[in-house]
Nanobody
């Protein structure tokens, strides 16, 4: 099974910046899209940003121009650089990964979630 380990997060002031990261480990055969989600208290989980294996990115309208998602295929990691943070960006952030695990020819698809990390914005 492929595991995800998130790092970063914590407290940042309004207008500040923060980078959060996620690393995949395990019996990885190939990785597809990385996706960042977030969930604020009392709210549904929402997509923040995604990046395909080829580097095509997608962003929620609320973060366009402020957040940047990037992946390192050699290291099996993804970063989310968050700039100009607003109070409404406060949430638990989760990374999500789709891919294939195993050793050829015994390869199967997987989906994994990170454990989530709190991002708190102070005014």
């Amino acid at each position: 099974q492929v595991q995800l380990a998130e790092s970063g997060g914590g407290l940042v002031q309004v207008g500040g910046s923060m980078r959060i990261s996620c690393a995949a480990s395990g019996n990885i055969y190939s990785l597809n899209a990385w996706t960042w989600y977030r969930q604020a208290p009392g709210e549904q989980r929402e997509l923040v940003a995604a990046i395909t294996r080829k580097g095509v990115t997608t962003y929620a309208d609320s973060v366009k121009g402020r957040f940047t998602v990037a992946r390192d295929n050699a290291k099996n990691t993804v970063d989310l650089q968050m700039n100009s943070l607003k109070p409404e960006d406060a949430a638990v952030y989760y990374c999500f990964l789709e891919g294939n695990q195993g050793t050829y020819p015994w390869v199967s698809e997987f989906e994994s979630w990170g454990q989530g990390m709190q991002v708190t914005i102070s005014s």
